[in-house]
């Protein structure tokens, strides 16, 4: 250590120095107070010896005055002193010293006592450097979070969201709390909603997020189901995110044509369906294990559909705001939850409503940085909306000579939905991209008519009410699942024109076939819940054969007629 | 004892201070001529807080290189001068010298 | 948070007990305690008669548990648990994993 010793007498000094060099400790010397304190400036020793009897300034004025000198760590003085009065020896501790030695010094007692303070300035570096570290990493993490905060906030604002028909609250990015919440158009009409609620803060949901998002935007726009999605989605996360990080979703469709909701809850609280007219609410529990644990083999979706339409509203939630907890530690729970909803059915707002009550009842407005709810209510997408152009620019023309054609058996119509392989083929044809929405629309009302009312034999009558809608789906679902003959054969025919082109698109099913005259006659909207009358709208021409069982429509277009 | 010299201490002051000995003899017996010639020009009747304080230094330097009976007469002037009762006759100027040059002179025999 | 364990005489079977908050600070201690026996016993039992709160960090370490002891083909038994902690369990549908006794 380098130790500056005061002391005005010369022997004592000589004496001393010599002592500590010994001990192989670098010495500086001062011959009085004020040559003291230049000594300490100019040398910053880790320990100072001050004899208190000098001219000038005494030692306690030396203490006083480099002790205050906070751009020094700490540093030990230890006064020299040839007192002996206890009030005098005390006085040294109340000076700023922090101990005394008597003169004449005994080098066995000033080496005890050095070597004393070395091991505490030596605790002293350790915590400031330790500090620093701290500091350092620290740091380095707040920028990985600001970071993943910003990939976070480009993937979110991504999609819908902002959609009148939706109230929502995400927790602030702040300390990044893994809640992932994302919305998009279908592309027969309707929107998808996502609430995701990853283990885990920071890195491991944007490890997450990533793949999950772009899953879902791919995915919806081309017009995968839910469960297709999910089986997509579980996949990536099993082998992404690390044992032991899961995550819990909600998975929303609101189909605005057919006026349904199909809901997926995988580890999250109990989402709500509101049917605002009667104020009655329905809890969808959770049915399945959080995304990331099952490996794909194991992996099955079985989503609920319910009726939903202008005067339903769903609420999903993470666990966020069931734990919100006041300041004796009490949490929110699920009831309070329940409560403010009904009593909020009819506004507007109820997120707001619900955000309100939580932050009453947290008294610190700081709690709800760590909750995130959605509600939605029905999409303000009339059919006139989905004949919308999308953003794509016109470049090659890809498939615009080609017909595709593609037949499923048995089992396989409940395990393949063939829909988004046709889209994809049709669409390589870019000229095409203007048509998205129509050519959808066409190809699944083909293809679901073909499906549920052809092979399954499910009458769409069942549909119009609410315990009729569910009853339809459940059906659907075990149809599929005990269907071991029938099929479904799907074509597509494009040949260019000479001002474009023509999309000819064939549907033959295995079914008893309907009266096709009669139903046309009675105008009957219901029919497949969409009605001929839209296809008819979309279609140039529509003909069906074989008593109902094989279709064939015609969409012809025009380069210079694009879509609004 | 050797002309009020603790041998015993100066062995292991030689212990301590190796080949810089001479260089701390030297050293103190300079300084302590100097302080000396002061103490000599000091008034008993006036400056009996300036006596203290002398006589002080002097005893502690000169305990550390072992002059036992030098310093000891330092304390007891140290002592008087503090309580202001040092009287002329007590205060021994010449008793003073001779302790110091006596043992000075045995020091410089045998170390420098 | 005190997280104990317990071999039994024949090495089959190991019983994790967690007292109090079992959440993020039982990281280490719940993971030592089945680490460090080897070879791994073929049931694992996690009694949480002490346990007063789970959250969603103690569900990854029960999966980590699980993958440990071989995943699928693992017998790990959930006992004694409150309440509450039964319907966190629940709503994450982990009586698929492990068993609630």
Same mark, same amino acid.
């Given at each position: 250590?380098?130790?500056?010793?005061?002391?005005?007498?010369? +022997?004592?000094?000589?004496?001393?120095?010599?002592?500590?060099?010994?001990?192989?400790?670098?010495?500086?010397?001062?011959?009085?107070?004020?040559?003291?304190?230049?000594?300490?400036?100019?040398?910053?020793?880790?320990?100072?010896?001050?004899?208190?009897?000098?001219?000038?300034?005494?030692?306690?004025?030396?203490?006083?005055?480099?002790?205050?000198?906070?751009?020094?760590?700490?540093?030990?003085?230890?006064?020299?002193?040839? !007192?002996?009065?206890?009030?005098?020896?005390?006085?040294?501790?109340?000076?700023?010293?922090?101990?005394?030695?008597?003169?004449?010094?005994?080098?066995?007692?000033?080496?005890?006592?050095?070597?004393?303070?070395?091991?505490?300035?030596?605790?002293?570096?350790?915590?400031?450097?330790?500090?620093?570290?701290?500091?350092?990493?620290?740091?380095?993490?707040?920028?990985?979070?600001?970071?993943?905060?910003?990939?976070?906030?480009?993937?979110?604002?991504?999609?819908?969201?902002?959609?009148?028909?939706?109230?929502?609250?995400?927790?602030?990015?702040?300390?990044?709390?893994?809640?992932?919440?994302?919305?998009?158009?279908?592309?027969?009409?309707?929107?998808?909603?996502?609430?995701?609620?990853?283990?885990?803060?920071?890195?491991?949901?944007?490890?997450?997020?990533?793949?999950?998002?772009? @899953?879902?935007?791919?995915?919806?726009?081309?017009?995968?189901?839910?469960?297709?999605?999910?089986?997509?989605?579980?996949?990536?996360?099993?082998?992404?995110?690390?044992?032991?990080?899961?995550?819990?979703?909600?998975?929303?469709?609101?189909?605005?044509?057919?006026?349904?909701?199909?809901?997926?809850?995988?580890?999250?609280?109990?989402?709500?369906?509101?049917?605002?007219?009667?104020?009655?609410? +329905?809890?969808?529990?959770?049915?399945?294990?959080?995304?990331?644990?099952?490996?794909?083999?194991?992996?099955?979706?079985?989503?609920?559909?319910?009726?939903?339409?202008?005067?339903?509203?769903?609420?999903?939630? +993470?666990?966020?705001?069931?734990?919100?907890?006041? @300041?004796?530690?009490?949490?929110?729970?699920?009831?309070?939850?329940?409560?403010?909803?009904?009593?909020?059915?009819?506004?507007?707002?109820?997120?707001?409503?619900?955000?309100?009550?939580?932050?009453?009842?947290?008294?610190?407005?700081?709690?709800?940085?760590?909750?995130? !709810? $959605?509600?939605?209510?029905?999409?303000?997408?009339?059919?006139?909306?989905?004949?919308?152009?999308?953003?794509?620019?016109?470049?090659?023309?890809?498939?615009?000579?080609?017909? $595709?054609?593609?037949?499923?058996?048995?089992?396989?119509?409940?395990?393949?939905?063939?829909?988004? !392989?046709?889209?994809?083929?049709?669409?390589?044809?870019?000229?095409?991209?203007?048509?998205?929405?129509?050519?959808?629309?066409? $190809?699944?009302?083909?293809?679901?008519?073909?499906?549920?009312?052809?092979?399954?034999?499910?009458?769409?009558?069942?549909?119009?009410?609410?315990?009729?809608?569910?009853?339809?789906?459940?059906?659907?679902?075990?149809?599929?699942?005990?269907?071991?003959?029938?099929?479904?054969?799907?074509?597509?025919?494009?040949?260019?024109?000479?001002?474009?082109?023509?999309?000819?698109?064939?549907?033959?099913?295995?079914?008893?076939?309907?009266?096709?005259?009669?139903?046309?006659?009675?105008?009957?909207?219901?029919?497949?819940?969409?009605?001929?009358?839209?296809?008819?709208?979309?279609?140039?021409?529509?003909?069906?054969?074989?008593?109902?069982?094989?279709?064939?429509? @015609?969409?012809?277009?025009?380069?210079?007629?694009?879509?609004? | 004892?050797?002309?009020?010299?603790?041998?015993?201490?100066?062995?292991?002051?030689?212990?301590?201070?190796?080949?810089?000995?001479?260089?701390?003899?030297?050293?103190?017996?300079?300084?302590?001529?100097?302080?000396?010639?002061?103490?000599?020009?000091?008034?008993?009747?006036?400056?009996?807080?300036?006596?203290?304080?002398?006589?002080?230094?002097?005893?502690?330097?000169?305990?550390?290189?072992?002059?036992?009976?030098?310093?000891?007469?330092?304390?007891?002037?140290?002592?008087?001068?503090?309580?202001?009762?040092?009287?002329?006759?007590?205060?021994?100027?010449?008793?003073?010298?001779?302790?110091?040059?006596?043992?000075?002179?045995?020091?410089?025999?045998?170390?420098? | 948070?005190?997280?104990?364990?317990?071999?039994?005489?024949?090495?089959?079977?190991?019983?994790?007990?967690?007292?109090?908050?079992?959440?993020?600070?039982?990281?280490?201690?719940?993971?030592?305690?089945?680490?460090?026996?080897?070879?791994?016993?073929?049931?694992?039992?996690?009694?949480?008669?002490?346990?007063?709160?789970?959250?969603?960090?103690?569900?990854?370490?029960?999966?980590?548990?699980?993958?440990?002891?071989?995943?699928?083909?693992?017998?790990?038994?959930?006992?004694?648990?409150?309440?509450?902690?039964?319907?966190?369990?629940?709503?994450?549908?982990?009586?698929?994993?492990?068993?609630?006794?």
């Amino acid at each position: 250590m380098k130790i500056l010793i005061a002391d005005d007498n010369h +022997t004592d000094r000589l004496i001393l120095s010599k002592v500590l060099e010994n001990l192989n400790h670098e010495v500086v010397q001062a011959k009085d107070g004020s040559d003291a304190i230049e000594q300490f400036k100019k040398h910053a020793p880790a320990l100072v010896l001050l004899d208190v009897l000098m001219p000038g300034y005494d030692g306690y004025e030396v203490a006083e005055i480099i002790k205050t000198d906070s751009s020094r760590a700490w540093f030990p003085i230890i006064f020299l002193t040839s !007192l002996t009065e206890a009030s005098d020896l005390a006085k040294c501790i109340t000076a700023g010293g922090d101990d005394f030695v008597s003169k004449p010094i005994n080098k066995i007692i000033i080496k005890a006592k050095i070597d004393a303070f070395e091991r505490i300035i030596n605790l002293y570096d350790t915590v400031a450097e330790q500090r620093e570290r701290i500091q350092y990493h620290h740091e380095h993490l707040v920028q990985e979070q600001e970071a993943a905060k910003r990939i976070f906030n480009n993937i979110a604002h991504r999609g819908c969201l902002a959609s009148d028909n939706i109230n929502y609250h995400l927790s602030p990015m702040s300390i990044f709390n893994g809640d992932l919440m994302l919305a998009a158009e279908l592309p027969m009409g309707g929107m998808r909603l996502f609430l995701a609620d990853f283990t885990g803060h920071g890195l491991p949901a944007a490890i997450g997020a990533m793949p999950a998002s772009e @899953i879902f935007y791919g995915m919806t726009t081309k017009g995968f189901s839910i469960p297709d999605m999910m089986v997509e989605m579980n996949k990536r996360l099993y082998s992404v995110l690390p044992r032991g990080i899961f995550c819990c979703v909600i998975v929303i469709d609101i189909d605005s044509i057919d006026e349904a909701l199909t809901i997926w809850n995988a580890g999250a609280p109990n989402s709500f369906l509101i049917d605002t007219k009667s104020k009655q609410l +329905t809890p969808i529990p959770s049915s399945h294990l959080p995304l990331g644990i099952q490996s794909p083999e194991k992996f099955k979706v079985a989503c609920q559909s319910f009726e939903f339409t202008k005067h339903h509203k769903v609420i999903a939630v +993470t666990d966020g705001i069931i734990e919100a907890e006041d @300041i004796h530690g009490n949490m929110f729970g699920e009831e309070k939850m329940v409560d403010c909803i009904k009593a909020n059915v009819t506004s507007d707002n109820i997120c707001g409503a619900l955000l309100a009550e939580v932050n009453l009842f947290c008294g610190k407005t700081d709690q709800s940085d760590d909750l995130s !709810l $959605l509600e939605v209510a029905f999409p303000a997408i009339s059919s006139d909306d989905i004949l919308q152009s999308s953003e794509m620019e016109l470049t090659e023309s890809g498939t615009s000579d080609s017909e $595709l054609s593609l037949k499923l058996r048995g089992k396989s119509l409940g395990n393949f939905d063939p829909i988004p !392989l046709f889209m994809q083929t049709i669409l390589s044809c870019n000229e095409l991209a203007p048509h998205r929405a129509r050519i959808f629309t066409v $190809l699944s009302e083909l293809y679901n008519n073909a499906l549920d009312h052809g092979v399954l034999g499910l009458d769409s009558a069942m549909k119009n009410s609410s315990e009729g809608f569910a009853n339809y789906y459940a059906k659907r679902i075990q149809g599929l699942n005990d269907l071991d003959v029938g099929f479904v054969k799907v074509s597509v025919d494009h040949h260019p024109t000479a001002n474009g082109g023509r999309l000819i698109f064939s549907i033959a099913d295995s079914g008893e076939g309907f009266d096709v005259q009669k139903i046309v006659k009675e105008g009957v909207k219901d029919y497949s819940g969409r009605g001929l009358p839209l296809l008819l709208k979309l279609c140039d021409t529509v003909e069906y054969f074989d008593s109902g069982t094989r279709v064939k429509a @015609i969409y012809n277009w025009d380069h210079h007629d694009i879509p609004e | 004892m050797n002309n009020g010299l603790d041998q015993d201490l100066l062995s292991e002051l030689v212990e301590i201070m190796g080949g810089d000995m001479q260089m701390l003899i030297n050293a103190y017996i300079n300084d302590t001529r100097e302080k000396l010639v002061t103490m000599n020009q000091l008034q008993v009747s006036t400056q009996q807080e300036d006596i203290h304080r002398l006589a002080h230094s002097l005893k502690g330097s000169s305990r550390n290189v072992g002059l036992v009976d030098f310093a000891d007469y330092c304390e007891e002037i140290e002592k008087k001068a503090r309580e202001g009762e040092l009287t002329e006759e007590f205060f021994d100027l010449p008793k003073f010298d001779r302790l110091f040059e006596s043992a000075a002179s045995e020091l410089a025999k045998q170390y420098l | 948070m005190a997280v104990s364990s317990v071999t039994s005489a024949d090495g089959k079977s190991l019983t994790i007990s967690i007292e109090g908050r079992f959440d993020f600070s039982a990281h280490q201690a719940f993971r030592g305690a089945y680490e460090k026996v080897s070879p791994i016993p073929s049931d694992i039992i996690v009694d949480m008669s002490g346990t007063t709160y789970l959250d969603s960090s103690a569900l990854g370490m029960l999966l980590l548990l699980r993958d440990h002891s071989g995943g699928d083909s693992s017998n790990i038994q959930l006992k004694n648990c409150n309440e509450d902690i039964k319907k966190i369990l629940t709503i994450s549908n982990f009586e698929q994993l492990f068993k609630l006794v």
